[in-house]
């Protein structure tokens, strides 16, 4: 097995890129507009993220991302930071794992997450 772990900048990087990707292919990415996004969870295996498309501070369209929407975008960010016979050599499928990190101070509490995208490798038959 080979774990990928991508951590929290990389996958709101992703999600934006793919939601970006979505208006633009649906016609409804005006020039100049701003995309939020809001991850949230009730538990760390059911990550789930709100996007708000904006325009001069009015609110043009929200987009939902499910657990499986994200599980894929995590899996192919972990499949884009692996070389091409490295990538032939897993099998299709991956296990997603999420995990939410506290990182405290004296006044502030921010919550991250991590993600790990394990592989399978395909066996190699002797021969």
């Given at each position: 097995?080979?774990?990928?772990?991508?951590?929290?900048?990389?996958?709101?990087?992703?999600?934006?890129?793919?939601?970006?990707?979505?208006?633009?292919r649906?016609?409804r990415?005006p020039?100049?507009?701003?995309?939020?996004?809001?991850?949230?969870?009730?538990?760390?295996?059911?990550?789930?993220?709100?996007?708000?498309?904006?325009?001069?501070?009015?609110?043009?369209?929200?987009?939902?991302?499910?657990?499986?929407?994200?599980?894929?975008?995590?899996?192919?960010?972990?499949?884009?930071?692996?070389?091409?016979?490295?990538?032939?050599?897993?099998?299709?499928?991956a296990?997603?794992?999420?995990?939410?990190?506290?990182?405290r101070?004296?006044?502030?509490?921010?919550?991250?997450?991590?993600?790990?995208?394990?592989?399978?490798?395909?066996?190699?038959?002797?021969?």
């Amino acid at each position: 097995m080979r774990t990928v772990q991508l951590d929290h900048s990389e996958i709101i990087r992703a999600t934006q890129k793919a939601m970006v990707s979505q208006l633009h292919r649906d016609g409804r990415l005006p020039k100049g507009a701003e995309l939020g996004l809001t991850f949230y969870s009730h538990s760390p295996e059911d990550m789930q993220v709100l996007g708000t498309l904006r325009l001069g501070g009015r609110v043009l369209h929200r987009l939902r991302g499910t657990r499986q929407q994200l599980c894929a975008i995590a899996t192919q960010s972990a499949l884009d930071r692996r070389s091409g016979a490295e990538k032939r050599g897993y099998l299709p499928q991956a296990q997603v794992r999420w995990r939410l990190v506290e990182f405290r101070s004296d006044d502030e509490i921010v919550d991250r997450f991590i993600v790990d995208v394990e592989f399978q490798e395909r066996r190699v038959k002797a021969g």
